[in-house]
């Protein structure tokens, strides 16, 4: 029984060590700072960690619970900026400063509904197959399929009304 | 000019940059992580005595509760999280949860539950439209060949999409019947297999990326945990599988590109519980850009469990030890080639790895071999120029068989002077991408077009070769 809890920590430790600086890259583009990323790759290895021997795929289940957790984080700032905004609602004409490109497109995939941004991130940005989309979100690969060209439609049509 | 579509594009395509842990950072979500699950178990452990202690205060709600029928198959109270556990998780005195797979056209009776790899043969077909991608032999002629047969998407079973098949052979591969094979895809990113390898008529690993363990000739599989890398490389000898495990990022059917942290892991058969083996520098085999690893067994017919396993790390080292999951150790300076990167079905596109008397290692058309075990490497001998060499094998105390994208060579003194081998009916397009020899006169090899549908034989020590198909036979 030792032995197999320091394989389990062994093989932690190496899933730890490579995908923990993906992971964190790839919150990063998604929130506003280095602690946030840290944070929320933290929280998800400890997740992942916590229910270790369960899991068939502990990567999808990583990138799962990431992604949780950027929506929750993306709420949370999302209230915060409207709290903002109606506080500094006399001082109209400051309009919050953007670095351009990636927060418009980021904020856009931040607009889209629940169930086509969860497929879009895992596809597009994540880098898993559709059948590993479908097989991580439960749903089947011809619906997912079609999420990710709304997904895409949806940003395209919101990119071109904003240029 | 750039559209709204080049916009997402660019976006996307940017490369993730890194965002490396602070030091530390793994020891706390470690901690954190344990002291969670302690809350969790305690969490449970209460929640039982609630309800344990509300049913035997109420043992008409228990009552009322049973007169709506017991659940429907396959519906649990965490049904989320049934469907997906991991057979390798379950207890070892359940049942298997789900009914195996016999491929997609298999006629193994379900009830049965499919059809068993045997020395002699089942009497079922062999799946039709096979196109096979693996092929292992356990001797006297028996062997089994696993591959797609049927019409991706439109299978049998459970899983329209999981058309892998096996068949299985008692006559060296001169007839073919359907063997029950693991209900998953072909190669696909990280799901799905491609590959097979049997130690006996029970003890089966299907791999490549997913890897699945049968105790039964194939009636029943089992998924074992990988935890989260993918198997690049599996050979059996003794009692135990040793495997290449790695996390890799590549697509498609090039599930073993793009890896690094390899690691051996290592499992006696019977046991879908793979663990590391011990090997130098951290228990880590050095990645150096997109390479490969790969694994063989010098084992001595004699007495199996006293053979020697050879790992070629990606940065081109050897190291090896023994076949009981005791440590492996760096044997020397490095080799003359690196492992490059993989081909679709997980091997080295260079520094192809073969153990007989002497351990081989072909660099392009170049052999080399070592009589130390890796520690030093001399030339051997340069193979006919056609072609590209694909996979390398030895066979008695000599000979030396190497496939290609044009053909087959064969050497008879060690490597040193190279002929090209006779394929009945001419060499197929594209060559071959395994040759393996069994004994010292029979060996197989797979053509790389696998919709050819067939094997090649030989049975006078790899000078002539001739194909038999698998389906309809």
């Excluded at chain 2, 659940?71 to 469907?83: E, F, K, L, T, Y």
């Excluded at chain 2, 009636?219 to 009692?239: F, K, P």
């Amino acid at each position: 029984m030792a032995r197999l809890r320091a394989t389990d920590r062994q093989a932690a430790e190496d899933l730890f060590n490579a995908c923990y600086p993906r992971l964190a890259g790839w919150v990063r583009r998604l929130v506003d700072d280095d602690e946030t990323a840290h944070e929320i790759a933290s929280e998800a290895f400890t997740r992942l960690l916590a229910r270790w021997s369960g899991l068939d795929n502990p990567q999808s289940y990583l990138y799962m619970i990431a992604t949780n957790l950027v929506r929750d984080h993306w709420r949370k700032t999302g209230r915060e900026r409207r709290a903002i905004r109606t506080m500094t609602a006399a001082a109209p004409g400051e309009a919050a400063c953007h670095p351009a490109q990636d927060v418009d497109v980021r904020a856009l995939i931040e607009g889209l509904p629940p169930q086509l941004r969860s497929a879009f991130l895992l596809h597009y940005y994540a880098g898993f197959g559709v059948r590993e989309v479908a097989s991580m979100l439960g749903r089947p690969e011809g619906t997912v399929k079609a999420d990710l060209f709304h997904a895409r439609a949806r940003l395209k049509a919101a990119l071109g009304d904003s240029t | 000019m750039s559209g709204p579509r080049d916009e997402i594009d660019a976006w996307l395509d940017r490369e993730v940059e890194l965002l490396p842990p602070a030091p530390g950072t793994f020891e706390r979500v470690h901690r954190q992580a344990r002291r969670r699950k302690r809350r969790q178990a305690l969490l449970a452990a209460a929640g039982a005595v609630v309800i344990i202690a509300g049913l035997a205060a109420a043992p008409q709600i228990a009552a009322a509760f049973s007169q709506h029928g017991p659940r429907p198959p396959g519906q649990s109270v965490a049904a989320g999280r049934s469907r997906s556990q991991s057979p390798a998780a379950r207890p070892a005195t359940s049942a298997p949860a789900a009914s195996p797979g016999t491929g997609p056209a298999a006629t193994a009776p379900a009830q049965a539950g499919g059809t068993a790899l045997s020395a002699t043969t089942s009497g079922a077909a062999a799946p039709a439209s096979f196109r096979p991608t693996s092929i292992t032999m356990i001797g006297g002629g028996v062997g089994a060949v696993l591959g797609q047969a049927g019409t991706p998407g439109h299978c049998a079973g459970p899983v329209p999409a999981a058309c892998t098949s096996l068949a299985g052979t008692s006559d060296w591969g001169a007839s073919w019947y359907g063997v029950s094979a693991p209900v998953t895809s072909g190669p696909d990113g990280a799901l799905g297999v491609s590959q097979v390898r049997f130690l006996n008529l029970e003890d089966g690993w299907a791999f490549g990326p997913q890897l699945y363990v049968t105790t039964d000739g194939g009636l029943h599989w089992s998924a074992a945990q990988t935890y989260g890398m993918r198997v690049i490389d599996l050979e059996v000898a003794g009692n135990r599988a040793f495997a290449i495990f790695a996390f890799c990022s590549g697509g498609g059917p090039d599930f073993a590109a793009n890896c690094t942290t390899f690691a051996l892991y290592s499992a006696p058969a019977g046991s879908a519980v793979f663990q590391p083996v011990p090997l130098p520098v951290d228990g880590r085999i050095g990645a150096n850009g997109n390479r490969s690893a790969s694994l063989v067994i010098g084992s001595d017919s004699a007495n199996p469990e006293a053979g020697t396993g050879y790992l070629l790390t990606p940065s081109g080292y050897i190291l090896s030890g023994p076949l009981t999951g005791a440590a492996w150790k760096m044997t020397g300076s490095a080799t003359p080639c690196p492992a490059d990167p993989a081909q679709p079905g997980g091997q080295p596109s260079d520094g192809l790895l073969a153990a007989g008397p002497a351990l081989l290692i072909s660099c392009g058309k170049s052999v080399w071999s070592s009589a130390d075990g890796g520690a030093s490497w001399k030339p051997a001998g340069i193979a006919p120029a056609a072609g590209t060499a694909t996979s390398l094998t030895t066979a008695g105390s000599s000979q030396v068989i190497l496939a290609t994208t044009a053909g087959i060579d064969y050497s008879a003194d060690g490597g040193k002077t190279w002929q090209p081998a006779t394929i009945a009916s001419g060499a197929p397009a594209g060559g071959f991408s395994y040759v393996g020899m069994t004994t010292a006169t029979h060996g197989m090899a797979l053509p790389a077009d696998a919709s050819l549908g067939e094997v090649f034989i030989t049975s006078d020590g790899g000078t002539t070769w001739s194909p038999h198909p698998i389906s309809g036979s």
